[in-house]
């Protein structure tokens, strides 16, 4: 019988969660009728501060051969929660959504379809999220597009963190992609195998607001640039060679107004703030992948969980997992 591991990452989601489980384990459960399917939901509880972890429980209390909770010990972040749940999956596809409903399980049949025609990773892409507004939307196109072009990689426009895999590409990500930064609707993308896409309408949320702050969404903007891209540090090498045409222009310049400027002075001024503006950017963007590189010699663990309970199980396990080496 065919597992389906449905993996949802939880952060303070206490007005949705109910209403979620209701929602998926109607679709769930209809597929198991029809199709013979066994399921389960895996919630990864990510450090949340309001009554999701008590709420969970309850689901759990209430349906403890579908549903299993793996609670961090702090807020490690959507991309840690993800994670997790790759790493505690035991399904034979496996299916990434979120709380909110904005991910409408109702598609969740299509999903299964295209992975029974012979895909092995199905990516979920929005055409429509009004709840997000216009500045979110149009800074995600934009995002998209930054990526495709400084990177090798190329993202499906609008791919979002509402995705399937089988078993064959979840282990792969498993065992071999283990950055601490992380970016795994990126990773996806990466490694190959047949992909379908299935494009849809994201609903309105159905409690709560989103979690992605604009500093947020810019740190992980920046985060996937430098994962999937170097271009950013061969800028010092284009940045030189504009800084000597702009030298050349300003020799010109100078040479040609030597009789009538005072002493070279804006020259010397116009050419010192270029250059310190270069050096500067320079800098940054160094700064940006050392400080990738100083994560990763860290080594720390992606996730830490402080309990455990899974589907079939009603014992309590403690756990340290998500190192580096998986």
């Not at 769930?28 to 939901?41: I, K, P, Q, T, V």
């Not at 116009?270 to 963007?285: H, N, S």
Request: glycine share 10%.
């Amino acid at each position: 019988m065919k597992l389906i591991s449905v993996i949802i990452s939880v952060f303070n989601e206490e007005g949705g969660i109910r209403q979620f489980y209701k929602v998926t384990s109607e679709v769930l459960g209809g597929l198991s009728e029809e199709r013979g399917l066994a399921y389960e939901l895996l919630f990864i509880n990510d450090g949340s501060m309001d009554r999701s972890g008590e709420l969970l429980e309850e689901i759990r209390s209430g349906d403890p051969e579908h549903v299993s909770v793996i609670s961090f010990s702090k807020n490690f972040g959507h991309e840690a929660a993800m994670t997790a749940g790759l790493d505690y999956a035991s399904g034979d596809v496996l299916i990434f959504m979120d709380a909110d409903l904005q991910h409408p399980p109702a598609l969740i049949p299509d999903i299964l379809s295209r992975l029974d025609e012979g895909y092995d990773i199905v990516n979920m892409v929005r055409t429509k999220n009004e709840s997000a507004g216009f500045i979110r939307n149009v800074t995600s196109r934009a995002f998209y597009g930054l990526v495709n072009i400084l990177s090798d990689m190329y993202m499906e426009p609008s791919a979002s963190d509402f995705f399937a895999m089988d078993k064959k590409a979840a282990e792969v990500l498993r065992k071999d992609y283990r950055e601490k930064v992380r970016f795994l609707r990126g990773y996806v993308q990466n490694i190959g195998f047949r992909k379908a896409v299935i494009s849809y309408e994201a609903g309105e949320r159905v409690a709560g607001r989103s979690h992605y702050s604009l500093k947020r969404l810019w740190k992980l903007s920046m985060d996937t640039i430098i994962c999937f891209s170097d271009v950013p540090l061969k800028l010092g090498m284009y940045a030189g060679f504009l800084s000597a045409l702009v030298g050349v222009l300003l020799i010109v310049y100078t040479l040609v107004t030597r009789g009538t400027a005072p002493g070279g002075y804006a020259t010397i001024v116009i050419a010192l703030c270029f250059m310190f503006a270069v050096l500067f950017v320079i800098i940054g963007i160094i700064g940006e992948y050392i400080s990738v590189i100083f994560k990763e010699i860290k080594d720390r663990p992606i996730y830490i969980v402080s309990d455990m309970r899974l589907s079939g199980e009603s014992r309590e396990e403690d756990s340290d997992s998500g190192s580096g080496e998986g």
